[in-house]
């Protein structure tokens, strides 16, 4: 399974009152996480929106599990974590440096057209998309 893992450097305006990261920053986290895996897989959101395409998100879950403040530097782990060549889902860790899960989470995705919104099939209209998230999703030896 192909993993991207991403430094992550907290700002000081990514927390709240309570000196840690303000929940709604894992979903920007997860995004760049996101970004930087699909560009390791070969391809750029901003080249497949000339397309005529978006991928909105069509569900989120995080889950806490400790804290992250100010100055820590952690790192988010991306990856495909299901695939059916319409839909598509990434699962996050956000970790500390010593290994500690801080977050955990996964967003799911369709391809859709940006005119319409009317989904898109992957397999049928981005072929070599379709086989790098299947060869995201191989188990390594």
Known sequence: MITNKTE???????????????????????????TSLI?????????????????????????FKRPVRYGDEVFVKTWVKAYDGLRITYGYH???HNGELAVSGETKH???KKDTF???SIRKHFPDWHDAYL???EKSE
Request: net charge negative.
């Open 8 to 34: 992550i450097n907290v700002r000081y305006q990514e927390t709240d009152m309570m000196g840690v990261v303000y929940h709604a920053n894992y979903l920007v986290w997860f995004e760049i996480g996101r």
């Open 39 to 63: 560009e390791d897989l070969g391809f750029y959101y901003h080249e497949i929106e000339k397309q005529g395409v978006v991928s909105p998100v069509v569900d989120a879950s995080i889950q």
């Open 94 to 96: 956000v970790e500390h």
């Open 110 to 112: 369709v391809i859709v």
């Open 118 to 120: 009317r989904p898109v």
């Open 135 to 137: 060869r995201a999703m």
